[in-house]
């Protein structure tokens, strides 16, 4: 959530940064959010002055009626009763307006970072770099993952379908032994960089939502339990993130790292294709998440650490890459610079997303109320980062496509300790 002070320091900052988003009616915004505030600290103001006001008269009382003017009190009293109703309006008042100028800072999105180029697609991101040769494939005839995973009978989707639905696939045999084989190396890769793993709940409370920034922009993408008035997570790092929530740290413990492994659940409905069908998008896929809590000087620096981090993982299981730093219409409601980590898909012939990287820098931590106090005490907001190291579903998908060979599928050499086999045959 953004910052009213920040809004009126760099007012025309901030209106440019959000036509980068295509908001166009950015500037009407952003003047009724300070328009807002200024209601909101004036009938402040006009509360403070009636309370400094009944606490003069109160002590006037007393003295009225320690010398005996005792009718003189009693019309003193009468004004007293005119501030308490004066001040029960204001407090009403006071509540109206700040409930409004919540609900608005909730529809506006972070600001972006000033090196994320203006975009209304997918079409307008940047190519930062890109790793690794193209794989040409030794094979008469190359299979897309979800022809692969019928022939090695290693996913059932039909299966998923007759217990939940479509989205919902089920992982068998050395399928199933393939997502533990990763979940595993992903955790003890990021044990190893420093990382404290959490293993979290997979549902949250509304305040949670809030949090981080998916409620109330991405509430339709998310599931719901009605009853209970929770949702399941879109990511591990609505969770983590809110462990923070409310609490305020010392300078010293920055950065915090976290990392966690849970199932990702998101009811977005794809369209068809083939850049939705198999396991391109589903409703319930694993994923390892990275979390960092850091000091706002350092969060770029701490965003280029998770990048390469990430990078440094798909450079260990054999797969080519490109690293794309997103547009303003392409990127995510709370994020300030995210980039998206791409694979090739041999057999697909496309780049397929496995990991988006960003900075929220202080527009995750204003909603958390997550604070840190500095050496000379004073309090500041954190800065917050996420990465995906790594989401599942299009890694097992590249895997698959890439490393296909006519004597079946060859695994990728960091994967075999976790797997206890080379092939899927």
Request: charged letters at 25%.
């Amino acid at each position: 959530m953004l910052q009213v002070s920040f809004i009126r320091e760099n007012f025309d900052q901030a209106v440019l940064g959000l036509r980068k988003r295509n908001l166009n009616d950015a500037e009407a915004l952003l003047k009724q959010a300070i328009e807002l505030d200024d209601d909101r600290k004036s009938i402040q103001l006009q509360r403070d002055q009636l309370q400094a006001e009944s606490n003069s008269i109160s002590k006037s009382i007393g003295q009225l009626m320690k010398s005996g003017q005792i009718a003189e009190a009693e019309k003193v009293k009468s004004r007293t009763s005119e501030i308490k109703l004066q001040v029960k309006e204001l407090e009403v008042s006071y509540t109206e307006k700040e409930l409004q100028l919540t609900q608005l800072l909730y529809t506006l999105p972070n600001i972006p970072h000033e090196s994320v180029p203006a975009g209304k697609s997918a079409d307008d991101n940047e190519i930062v770099l890109s790793h690794g040769a193209i794989p040409v494939l030794n094979v008469d005839e190359k299979l897309a993952h979800w022809d692969l995973i019928k022939k090695y009978d290693i996913i059932d989707f039909e299966l998923g379908v007759k217990i939940s639905g479509a989205g919902f696939p089920v992982y068998k045999g050395k399928g199933a032994r393939l997502q533990r084989a990763l979940i595993n190396f992903f955790l003890d890769e990021a044990l190893q960089a420093g990382y404290v793993e959490i293993q979290p709940p997979i549902l949250v409370n509304e305040d949670s939502g809030y949090g981080t920034g998916q409620l109330p922009d991405k509430e339709g993408q998310m599931y719901f339990a009605t009853e209970d008035n929770l949702y399941l997570i879109p990511t591990a790092e609505v969770p983590i993130t809110n462990i923070y929530r409310n609490e305020i740290v010392q300078e010293e413990q920055l950065p915090i790292r976290n990392v966690g492994y849970t199932p990702c659940f998101r009811r977005e409905a794809g369209s068809w294709g083939a850049h939705v069908r198999g396991l391109n998008r589903l409703h319930q896929f694993d994923k390892v998440e990275i979390v960092h809590i850091s000091h706002p000087d350092k969060s770029y620096e701490a965003l280029e650490e998770m990048s390469a981090y990430v990078q440094g993982l798909l450079k260990k299981l054999g797969l080519p890459y490109r690293v794309l730093r997103l547009c303003g219409g392409d990127m995510g409601f709370t994020s300030a610079l995210t980039y998206d980590m791409e694979v090739f898909s041999a057999a697909q012939e496309r780049w397929l997303e496995v990991s988006s990287v960003s900075n929220f820098e202080a527009f995750q931590a204003n909603r958390l109320k997550l604070r840190f106090r500095d050496e000379s005490k004073k309090m500041n907001l954190a800065h917050t980062l996420n990465g995906s190291a790594l989401a599942l579903p299009r890694i097992v998908a590249a895997i698959l496509e890439n490393n296909q060979q006519a004597a079946g599928i060859k695994m990728p050499e960091v994967l075999v300790p976790y797997l206890g086999f080379e092939w899927i045959q």
